[in-house]
């Protein structure tokens, strides 16, 4: 369950003489498991602002964040940390899987901070779920670009997170595979059960969400 | 086309003037190398100079010198040499090391006093002549009282501006000079204002110095000037085949050369060391720029793909090398003079090695060693550069372009072959002998070794990474699987450590080996209870034969040995080899014998030191000839002894032996072995009493022990000075490194903050890893050390210096080094994470280009 | 005399300890022996033999006239005296050697110093023997093979002379007895042997010539010779035309006016007269200026003596202007000394030197 209560955040003016900016605007947003959103926005209107709040690398200005009835910001920010941890998941437009870990390794990462045991079965399913049980030895830099998206949405799932926040997962690819791991993301976290955010600006990848908001130039979120 | 090189300019040396503090690390440790070549140079330099400048004051417009050893030769060689048809003037000389009595004395250091015939050496050594009717204006003089006293005046004698400062002496002022153990009494006449500022010295007629000194019909040297049209070389060829044994005949200049030999092989070694600074920096600005490499990939592999050739790459890289490497230098220049200065100012120009005494060097202008460490400098930062700039070259544009990590640079730098080949080549050059007197296989040996174990460092942190577990612990997992993955990246931190780890260890192992050596010598040589001595071995105190019955009579005394110091002039291109006679026969134990052989009844034998073995090739048993008292004597030597005081050569011989050869009774230490139930204090006190008490030392052995040791800490203070610089440098290289890295790592650490990492355990990560690497380049210097070190001793030292010493390894300070250095590599490493940590982890993770 | 004036400079510059030594007082009633007191007087406090005269030479087929002039001067400085050293510098020899030669219109000059000692500097007892490295002069022979050997080489010339004495030796003064100043304290023994008859070779420029021509010695020695007071003197020493030989001299008082004078005249029949203060009187007649040391030189004077036989006037001038000795880069002496011609109304009297002292600055002995 994921609630955003009446959050706001305000930049601090870029010169002095400027009021201060409001990116984000008194937002609400209630999430629960098998949800499966879109956001959508112009380039600077504070859509990865928001997502950096949700996962809690970011303070509110106001209005607080709950991932299963916590507030994150009542937790320090190694709470905030193991709550990441054990709680979200996360697929970057750059896939950012470490280079000097293999395919298994990056994905058991999750698993070993979580101190969850034994690791190696649920690699291996994990792979298999993204079909890349072939490659578990491999180095990243062996891999596609669409396979290290696939290493990536394994990783983001192998510890069952409640969230997973995808930020412009296809950016980096081309419009076929783009498709194909658009599909996967959402069958992972619908398989899963957990909710899904996927925040982009093309309409293609919103259009694999079952809802799409937009954050408008004013700072709120609304249905598009 | 110039607007090309205009663009190229701004993207490769361009980001040297935005991003300055990347760049700064690398120009400072040149810098620092750089001042560190100059400073040594300089002093060098300088000292040389100064020290050449005195030689040429006395030896002024001399053809050729005729000299012997410090004990002089007869002086009725001087009208021999007077009346020879190719001879125009001839100047006799007298030099005595006068040792300063009372206020004067005090802070030590002998007066080279210099007796001279004022009408012989008018025309010779201008310099040393006082300049007529000094303090008063000639004609305004009216009465005989108002004269001021001359140079044949008796007991007058003349100052060099620097030794009346030295001194605090005046016109007019008293002096005392120690003479046996009497005193001499001079009246300061005035001032050679034409000796220059830095030479310490005195003139005095020969006949008063002859005379005061107890020195009569003795000679030092003989200066000559030929006639015109008479040839040098022929007439230095006939005089020298008449001289008698142990007097030479040399030319200035060739007296300047075997000065300078003096103290050769300590100048050349200040100069390695100075370059191990520069070589340091060199690995400092290799990391750095690796880095820089590794940082700037993509922005490398876009000039590729846009069409630089790799040849224009490389080109580009070296240039911005050679920038950092002049920047340095330009910088290090006036530092190293800076250095310089203070170090002729504060520790003399030998830097506190005691070789060129009586000389207070000026700041010379080294023109050649000031270039050679600027090209040195710009060198050493280009030589970093280079291989970083081929790697650049040589990675695959696409690939760079595509992936973002730099996890596949420098997988390349792994072949084993070129570093295993200089090792094998250090191994086979280090057995070869000496050029010139000087070690110089030994330092290729050392430098090969060192570039050896770099060259291998890649293969061997592989092979130790691989074998790491992987710990339980994810954030020490993470970092033992980052070194597995990259451990061409780990190298180049761990090169740094390994250099300045493998060359402070080897000076400390050698270093101490050597003290440890000497301590055990010292204990050797001075097996006495008590030591009484007149002065320094040269200088003008001795114990004449009324002396010597009044301190063999004085009551506690059980054994009483006395020594006598004398010097050899063995070969005119070499230094003097030191002379000394004591009792030998009951009591070889005394010295450290290395070997010996049985003397054939009625032979004379004689010990050597380990200098004669290596420098005039002296053999066990060998039959040698020795020129005392102006004959040659035919003696054997009868055993190899190591002495450490006299890097030149020693002969010991019976002190029986040599009163009989010479004639000559004095003596200069005496040791006294105390009788049982006496007492030290009274013993001291009967020998002061019975000698007069301000002309004489007494020592116990275990002072002697201290003052030697001082003096041979002092002596290592300048190379560790310098070490401890190389070390530092190293040390930064390694922080700079991993800074560097870490920067270039920004992306990662905010994955792994995403992924759930706190803030402290990434911290921990990087810490692990600096721990490791560093461990690793402890590991392999100290490894690498130890071979250094024996290089040191055996081959550097041996032919340098002559002498041996026992291997002793200082584990628990080698030890306690090794885990200081890890200790701070890790720090470094902590350090660097928080510093990328400052930048937003999230939004690198967003950084795209 | 003029050796004095070196050689005193100099050493006044290296020992002023004489203070402490007796040195033996000239007296009138020692006579000179000869040739006993041709050899050293060690125990006076200078001493000095000295030749000066004018040369002949055929050079490119043409005759040249040159002066010259060598000295072999010794001092005891009282230094040193009980040294035991063989080096002690207990007696000082110097020697000093010029040439005048009009073509070059310079003085050219060389000299040695050296400590006695060690057979490479000596001045003997008993008879003229003195040498100084390869530098000598001494007498050999007896009545008319008798000749006093002047060896000397210097870096620009070199000459080898063998001078014969035509005349017995000249007692200056009375009877060898020179007085200086007023006070007789200030005397030294004091002879000459004028009208030496000269031959030999010079070496000069790389080329030798033989010579011949008249020369003129003296042997002084003297403990005390100059006054505080006086600042130099005037001195000639001529060989008359007619055979005869006029020795003449003045001290000159700070103020430049005599302070004493005196010589000795010996006429062409043998007969010596001794010229007392009030006969002998020195006239400056043309000044010339060194142009190196700025000295002011009267090289033309006249010369008036009153003699038993009526006044004597002769004018003395020059062989040429530039006759200055400047050492003052060695041993600081500054002074004229040249050939010179005595002549009246313009005819010659005789050839000799003329020595100008202390027109520098005050000498100091």
Same mark, same amino acid.
């Given at each position: 369950?994921?609630?955003?209560? @009446?959050?706001?955040?305000?930049?601090?003016?870029?010169?002095?003489?400027?009021?201060?900016?409001?990116?984000?605007?008194?937002?609400?947003?209630?999430?629960?498991?098998?949800?499966?959103?879109?956001?959508?926005?112009?380039?600077?209107?504070?859509?990865?602002?928001?997502?950096?709040?949700?996962?809690?690398?970011?303070?509110?200005?106001?209005? &607080?964040?709950?991932?299963?009835?916590?507030?994150?910001?009542?937790?320090?920010?190694?709470?905030?940390?193991?709550?990441?941890?054990?709680?979200?998941?996360?697929?970057?437009?750059?896939?950012?899987?470490?280079?000097?870990?293999?395919?298994?390794?990056?994905?058991?990462?999750?698993?070993? *901070?979580?101190?969850?045991?034994?690791?190696?079965?649920? /690699?291996?399913?994990?792979?298999?779920?993204?079909?890349?049980?072939?490659?578990?030895?491999?180095?990243?830099?062996?891999?596609?670009?669409?396979?290290?998206?696939?290493?990536?949405?394994?990783?983001?799932?192998?510890?069952?997170?409640?969230?997973?926040?995808?930020?412009?997962?296809?950016?980096?690819?081309?419009?076929?595979?783009?498709?194909?791991?658009?599909?996967?993301?959402?069958?992972?976290?619908?398989?899963?059960?957990?909710?899904?955010?996927?925040?982009?600006?093309?309409?293609?990848?919103?259009?694999?969400?079952?809802?799409?908001?937009?954050?408008?130039?004013?700072?709120?979120?609304?249905?598009? | 086309?110039?607007?090309?090189?205009?663009?190229?300019?701004?993207?490769?040396?361009?980001?040297?003037?935005?991003?300055?503090?990347?760049?700064?690390?690398?120009?400072?440790?040149?810098?620092?190398?750089?001042?560190?070549?100059?400073?040594?140079?300089?002093?060098?330099?300088?000292?040389?100079?100064?020290?050449?400048?005195?030689?040429?004051?006395?030896?002024?417009?001399?053809?050729?010198?005729?000299?012997?050893?410090?004990?002089? !030769?007869?002086?009725?060689?001087?009208?021999?040499?007077?009346?020879?048809?190719?001879?125009?003037?001839?100047?006799?000389?007298?030099?005595?090391?006068?040792?300063?009595?009372?206020?004067?004395?005090?802070?030590?250091?002998?007066?080279?006093?210099?007796?001279?015939?004022?009408?012989?050496?008018?025309?010779? #050594?201008?310099?040393?002549?006082?300049?007529?009717?000094?303090?008063?204006?000639?004609?305004?003089?009216?009465?005989?009282?108002?004269?001021?006293? =001359?140079?044949?005046?008796?007991?007058?004698?003349?100052?060099?501006?620097? $030794?009346?400062?030295?001194?605090?002496?005046?016109?007019?002022?008293?002096?005392?000079?120690?003479?046996?153990?009497?005193?001499?009494?001079?009246?300061?006449?005035?001032?050679?204002?034409?000796?220059?500022?830095?030479?310490?010295?005195?003139?005095?007629?020969?006949?008063?110095?002859? +005379?005061?000194?107890?020195?009569?019909?003795?000679?030092?040297?003989?200066?000559?000037?030929?006639?015109?049209? /008479?040839?040098?070389?022929?007439?230095?060829?006939?005089?020298?085949?008449?001289?008698?044994?142990?007097?030479?005949?040399?030319?200035?200049?060739?007296?300047?050369?075997?000065?300078?030999?003096?103290?050769?092989?300590?100048?050349?070694?200040?100069?390695?060391?100075?370059?191990?600074?520069?070589?340091?920096?060199?690995?400092?600005?290799?990391?750095?720029?690796?880095?820089?490499?590794?940082?700037?990939?993509?922005?490398?592999?876009?000039?590729?793909?846009?069409?630089?050739?790799?040849?224009?790459?490389?080109?580009?890289?070296?240039?911005?090398?050679?920038?950092?490497?002049?920047?340095?230098?330009?910088?290090?220049?006036?530092?190293?003079?800076? *250095?310089?200065?203070?170090?002729?100012?504060?520790?003399?120009?030998?830097?506190?090695?005691?070789?060129?005494?009586?000389?207070?060097?000026?700041?010379?202008?080294?023109?050649?060693?000031?270039?050679?460490?600027?090209?040195?400098?710009?060198?050493?930062?280009?030589?970093?550069?280079?291989?970083?700039?081929?790697?650049?070259?040589?990675?695959?544009?696409?690939?760079?372009?595509?992936?973002?990590?730099?996890?596949?640079?420098?997988?390349?730098?792994?072949?084993?072959?070129?570093?295993?080949?200089?090792?094998?080549?250090?191994?086979?050059?280090?057995?070869?002998?000496?050029?010139?007197?000087?070690?110089?296989?030994?330092?290729?040996?050392?430098?090969?070794?060192?570039?050896?174990?770099?060259?291998?460092?890649?293969?061997?942190?592989?092979?130790?990474?691989?074998?790491?577990?992987?710990?339980?612990?994810?954030?020490?997992?993470?970092?033992?699987?980052?070194?597995?993955?990259?451990?061409?990246?780990?190298?180049?931190?761990?090169?740094?450590?390994?250099?300045?780890?493998?060359?402070?260890?080897?000076?400390?192992?050698?270093?101490?080996?050597?003290?440890?050596?000497?301590?055990?010598?010292?204990?050797?040589?001075?097996?006495?209870?008590?030591?009484?001595?007149?002065?320094?071995?040269?200088?003008?105190?001795?114990?004449?034969?009324?002396?010597?019955?009044?301190?063999?009579?004085?009551?506690?005394?059980?054994?009483?040995?006395?020594?006598?110091?004398?010097?050899?002039?063995?070969?005119?291109?070499?230094?003097?080899?030191?002379?000394?006679?004591?009792?030998?026969?009951?009591?070889?134990?005394?010295?450290?014998?290395?070997?010996?052989?049985?003397?054939?009844? =009625?032979?004379?034998?004689?010990?050597?030191?380990?200098?004669?073995?290596?420098?005039?090739? +002296?053999?066990?048993?060998?039959?040698?000839?020795?020129?005392?008292?102006?004959?040659?004597?035919?003696?054997?030597?009868?055993?190899?002894?190591? @002495?450490?005081?006299?890097?030149?050569?020693?002969?010991?011989?019976?002190?029986?032996?040599?009163?009989?050869?010479?004639?000559?009774?004095?003596?200069?230490?005496?040791?006294?072995?105390?009788?049982?139930?006496?007492?030290?204090?009274?013993?001291?006190?009967?020998?002061?009493?019975?000698?007069?008490?301000?002309?004489?030392?007494?020592?116990?052995?275990?002072?002697?022990?201290?003052?030697?040791?001082?003096?041979?800490?002092?002596?290592?203070?300048?190379?560790?000075?310098?070490?401890? /610089?190389?070390?530092?440098?190293?040390?930064?290289?390694?922080?700079?490194?991993?800074?560097?890295?870490?920067?270039?790592?920004?992306?990662?650490?905010?994955?792994?903050?995403?992924?759930?990492?706190?803030?402290?355990?990434?911290?921990?990560?990087?810490?692990?890893?600096?721990?490791?690497?560093? /461990?690793?380049?402890?590991?392999?210097?100290?490894?690498?050390?130890?071979?250094?070190?024996?290089?040191?001793?055996?081959?550097?030292?041996?032919?340098?210096?002559?002498?041996?010493?026992?291997?002793? *390894?200082?584990?628990?300070?080698?030890?306690?080094?090794?885990?200081?250095?890890?200790?701070?590599?890790?720090?470094?490493?902590?350090?660097?994470?928080?510093?990328?940590?400052?930048?937003?982890?999230?939004?690198?993770?967003?950084?795209? +280009? | 005399?003029?050796?004095?004036?070196?050689?005193?400079?100099?050493?006044? #510059?290296?020992?002023?300890?004489?203070?402490?030594?007796?040195?033996?007082?000239?007296?009138?009633?020692?006579?000179?022996?000869?040739?006993?007191? &041709?050899?050293?007087?060690? $125990?006076?406090?200078?001493?000095?033999?000295?030749?000066?005269?004018?040369?002949?030479?055929?050079?490119?087929?043409?005759?040249?006239?040159?002066?010259?002039?060598?000295?072999? !001067?010794?001092?005891?400085?009282?230094?040193?005296?009980?040294?035991?050293?063989?080096?002690?510098?207990?007696?000082?020899?110097?020697?000093?050697?010029?040439?005048?030669?009009?073509?070059?219109?310079?003085?050219?000059? $060389?000299?040695?110093? $050296?400590? %006695?000692?060690?057979?490479?500097?000596?001045?003997?007892?008993?008879?003229?023997?003195?040498?100084?490295?390869?530098?000598?002069?001494?007498?050999?022979?007896?009545?008319?093979?008798? %000749?006093?050997?002047?060896?000397?080489?210097?870096?620009?010339?070199?000459?080898?002379?063998?001078?014969?004495?035509?005349?017995?030796?000249?007692?200056?003064?009375?009877?060898?007895? #020179?007085?200086?100043?007023?006070?007789?304290?200030?005397?030294?023994?004091?002879?000459?042997?004028?009208?030496?008859?000269?031959?030999?070779?010079?070496?000069?420029?790389?080329?030798? *010539?033989?010579?011949?021509?008249?020369?003129?010695?003296?042997?002084?020695?003297?403990?005390?010779?100059?006054?505080?007071?006086? #600042?130099?003197?005037?001195?000639?020493?001529?060989?008359?035309?007619?055979?005869? %030989?006029?020795?003449?001299?003045?001290?000159?008082?700070?103020?430049?006016?005599?302070?004493?004078?005196?010589?000795?005249?010996?006429?062409?029949?043998?007969?010596?007269?001794?010229?007392?203060?009030?006969?002998?009187?020195?006239?400056?007649?043309?000044?010339?200026?060194?142009?190196?040391?700025?000295?002011?030189?009267?090289?033309?004077?006249?010369?008036?003596?009153?003699?038993?036989?009526?006044?004597?006037?002769?004018?003395?001038?020059?062989?040429?202007?530039?006759?200055?000795?400047?050492?003052?880069?060695?041993?600081?002496?500054?002074?004229?000394?040249?050939?010179?011609?005595?002549?009246?109304?313009?005819?010659?009297?005789?050839?000799?030197?003329?020595?100008?002292?202390?027109?520098?600055?005050?000498?100091?002995?």
């Amino acid at each position: 369950m994921l609630r955003l209560v @009446d959050l706001s955040k305000t930049l601090p003016a870029l010169q002095p003489d400027l009021p201060p900016r409001e990116l984000l605007r008194g937002i609400d947003l209630d999430l629960a498991a098998g949800d499966y959103v879109a956001i959508m926005g112009e380039s600077g209107c504070g859509k990865s602002t928001l997502l950096n709040l949700i996962a809690g690398l970011d303070r509110p200005s106001g209005g &607080h964040v709950e991932l299963d009835g916590r507030n994150l910001s009542a937790l320090d920010d190694n709470g905030v940390t193991r709550l990441r941890a054990a709680r979200m998941g996360f697929v970057f437009q750059a896939f950012h899987v470490l280079p000097h870990l293999t395919v298994a390794q990056n994905v058991a990462l999750p698993l070993a *901070l979580n101190r969850i045991e034994p690791i190696e079965p649920r /690699v291996h399913e994990m792979l298999a779920a993204v079909d890349l049980a072939a490659r578990a030895g491999s180095r990243p830099r062996e891999l596609s670009g669409g396979e290290l998206q696939r290493v990536a949405i394994a990783r983001a799932l192998v510890h069952r997170p409640a969230l997973v926040l995808a930020d412009e997962p296809t950016g980096n690819l081309d419009p076929e595979t783009a498709e194909r791991i658009l599909a996967l993301l959402r069958e992972s976290v619908v398989a899963h059960q957990a909710i899904g955010i996927l925040v982009t600006h093309s309409h293609a990848a919103a259009a694999s969400a079952d809802r799409v908001l937009r954050l408008g130039r004013d700072g709120r979120l609304e249905p598009a | 086309m110039s607007g090309m090189r205009a663009v190229l300019a701004h993207a490769f040396l361009g980001h040297l003037v935005q991003q300055p503090g990347r760049a700064l690390m690398s120009v400072l440790a040149l810098a620092l190398g750089v001042a560190l070549g100059v400073a040594v140079s300089v002093v060098n330099r300088s000292a040389l100079d100064e020290f050449g400048r005195g030689l040429r004051t006395v030896s002024g417009q001399a053809d050729i010198e005729v000299r012997g050893a410090r004990g002089g !030769f007869d002086e009725s060689l001087y009208p021999q040499l007077a009346q020879r048809p190719e001879v125009e003037t001839v100047s006799p000389l007298l030099e005595i090391d006068a040792k300063p009595l009372g206020a004067a004395g005090e802070g030590g250091g002998a007066l080279k006093l210099i007796g001279l015939d004022v009408f012989r050496a008018a025309s010779l #050594s201008v310099a040393l002549i006082p300049p007529p009717a000094q303090g008063t204006g000639r004609g305004e003089r009216t009465a005989e009282s108002a004269r001021a006293p =001359g140079l044949l005046d008796e007991d007058t004698l003349y100052l060099s501006p620097a $030794a009346a400062q030295r001194f605090g002496l005046a016109s007019g002022d008293a002096i005392a000079l120690q003479s046996g153990v009497g005193s001499a009494r001079f009246r300061i006449g005035g001032l050679l204002p034409a000796v220059g500022a830095g030479q310490m010295l005195a003139v005095t007629d020969i006949a008063t110095a002859q +005379w005061r000194f107890e020195r009569l019909g003795v000679l030092t040297r003989i200066d000559l000037r030929l006639r015109e049209g /008479v040839d040098a070389a022929s007439a230095l060829r006939a005089i020298g085949a008449d001289l008698p044994p142990g007097v030479f005949v040399a030319t200035p200049a060739q007296a300047e050369s075997q000065a300078a030999r003096l103290s050769r092989a300590y100048r050349v070694n200040l100069t390695m060391l100075a370059l191990i600074a520069l070589v340091t920096g060199a690995f400092l600005v290799f990391s750095a720029q690796a880095v820089n490499v590794v940082r700037r990939r993509a922005e490398l592999a876009f000039l590729r793909a846009a069409g630089i050739t790799r040849g224009a790459l490389v080109r580009w890289l070296l240039l911005e090398g050679a920038l950092i490497g002049a920047l340095g230098s330009l910088i290090g220049v006036p530092v190293g003079y800076a *250095l310089a200065a203070l170090a002729l100012r504060l520790i003399g120009g030998d830097l506190g090695a005691g070789y060129f005494q009586g000389a207070a060097p000026a700041l010379a202008f080294d023109p050649w060693g000031t270039t050679g460490f600027v090209a040195l400098g710009i060198a050493a930062a280009m030589a970093g550069s280079a291989a970083p700039a081929i790697e650049a070259a040589r990675s695959d544009p696409a690939l760079a372009l595509k992936s973002g990590d730099a996890a596949d640079s420098f997988a390349r730098f792994g072949p084993v072959a070129p570093g295993l080949l200089c090792l094998s080549a250090a191994l086979a050059i280090v057995w070869l002998p000496p050029i010139g007197g000087l070690p110089v296989f030994g330092y290729a040996a050392i430098a090969l070794l060192l570039i050896g174990s770099v060259l291998i460092l890649p293969r061997l942190a592989r092979l130790l990474f691989a074998r790491l577990p992987t710990p339980r612990a994810p954030w020490l997992a993470l970092a033992v699987l980052q070194l597995r993955g990259a451990p061409h990246l780990a190298t180049l931190g761990a090169a740094g450590v390994l250099a300045a780890v493998a060359l402070a260890g080897a000076m400390a192992i050698m270093v101490g080996s050597f003290r440890q050596s000497v301590d055990v010598w010292l204990s050797q040589v001075l097996p006495a209870d008590l030591y009484l001595r007149a002065s320094r071995a040269g200088e003008s105190g001795h114990f004449d034969t009324a002396e010597q019955v009044a301190i063999q009579s004085t009551p506690g005394l059980a054994r009483i040995d006395f020594l006598r110091h004398q010097s050899l002039l063995l070969d005119p291109a070499l230094p003097q080899v030191a002379l000394i006679a004591r009792p030998l026969t009951a009591d070889r134990a005394a010295l450290p014998l290395l070997a010996s052989v049985t003397v054939p009844a =009625g032979s004379i034998g004689v010990l050597a030191s380990e200098a004669m073995q290596d420098l005039y090739g +002296w053999q066990l048993g060998q039959r040698v000839r020795l020129p005392l008292a102006g004959r040659e004597i035919e003696v054997v030597v009868a055993g190899i002894w190591r @002495d450490y005081a006299r890097q030149h050569g020693a002969v010991a011989i019976d002190l029986a032996t040599y009163r009989t050869q010479t004639g000559d009774m004095r003596v200069n230490d005496v040791g006294l072995w105390l009788a049982p139930g006496a007492d030290t204090a009274q013993v001291a006190r009967a020998l002061r009493a019975r000698l007069p008490a301000d002309s004489i030392e007494l020592a116990e052995p275990g002072e002697i022990r201290k003052i030697s040791l001082g003096i041979f800490d002092r002596t290592f203070a300048v190379t560790y000075a310098l070490e401890a /610089v190389a070390v530092a440098i190293g040390i930064a290289g390694v922080a700079a490194s991993f800074a560097a890295l870490a920067a270039a790592r920004r992306r990662e650490f905010g994955v792994l903050r995403h992924i759930g990492l706190t803030r402290g355990e990434i911290a921990r990560m990087l810490g692990a890893e600096g721990a490791l690497v560093a /461990v690793l380049g402890v590991l392999t210097g100290l490894a690498t050390g130890t071979a250094i070190s024996l290089i040191l001793i055996h081959v550097v030292n041996r032919q340098s210096f002559h002498w041996s010493m026992e291997l002793v *390894l200082p584990w628990g300070t080698l030890a306690l080094f090794g885990s200081a250095i890890t200790l701070l590599a890790t720090a470094a490493a902590v350090l660097s994470a928080r510093a990328a940590m400052q930048v937003d982890a999230v939004r690198a993770v967003r950084e795209d +280009w | 005399m003029r050796a004095v004036l070196i050689a005193a400079l100099w050493l006044a #510059s290296l020992a002023a300890g004489a203070a402490a030594v007796d040195y033996p007082v000239v007296r009138p009633e020692v006579s000179i022996d000869l040739p006993r007191d &041709h050899g050293a007087h060690p $125990a006076f406090r200078v001493e000095w033999w000295y030749v000066t005269g004018w040369l002949e030479a055929i050079e490119d087929g043409k005759p040249v006239t040159m002066g010259f002039q060598v000295t072999f !001067f010794r001092v005891r400085p009282g230094v040193q005296e009980n040294n035991p050293s063989r080096f002690a510098a207990s007696q000082i020899l110097f020697a000093h050697a010029a040439l005048s030669d009009p073509r070059r219109g310079r003085l050219m000059h $060389a000299e040695r110093t $050296a400590r %006695a000692g060690f057979g490479l500097a000596q001045a003997s007892e008993g008879d003229l023997d003195v040498r100084l490295d390869d530098w000598s002069m001494r007498r050999e022979g007896a009545g008319d093979g008798e %000749a006093i050997l002047a060896r000397v080489a210097g870096r620009d010339f070199a000459y080898d002379l063998r001078l014969l004495p035509t005349g017995p030796a000249l007692l200056n003064g009375q009877r060898g007895f #020179s007085q200086k100043a007023p006070d007789p304290r200030h005397s030294s023994h004091y002879y000459s042997l004028p009208q030496l008859a000269v031959s030999g070779k010079l070496t000069r420029e790389g080329r030798t *010539l033989a010579v011949s021509g008249r020369a003129w010695f003296d042997h002084e020695w003297s403990s005390e010779y100059l006054p505080e007071t006086a #600042s130099g003197w005037d001195w000639i020493g001529i060989n008359l035309a007619d055979g005869g %030989a006029l020795m003449a001299f003045r001290m000159r008082g700070k103020d430049g006016a005599a302070l004493w004078a005196g010589g000795t005249l010996r006429r062409a029949d043998g007969r010596v007269e001794a010229l007392g203060p009030r006969d002998v009187a020195f006239e400056p007649q043309r000044e010339w200026t060194s142009p190196r040391t700025g000295s002011r030189y009267p090289v033309a004077m006249r010369v008036r003596l009153s003699t038993s036989l009526g006044p004597l006037v002769g004018e003395l001038t020059p062989l040429f202007d530039d006759q200055e000795l400047d050492s003052r880069r060695s041993t600081g002496a500054v002074y004229w000394e040249g050939a010179v011609v005595l002549s009246t109304g313009g005819k010659e009297l005789g050839r000799g030197y003329l020595e100008l002292t202390g027109y520098r600055e005050r000498l100091r002995m």
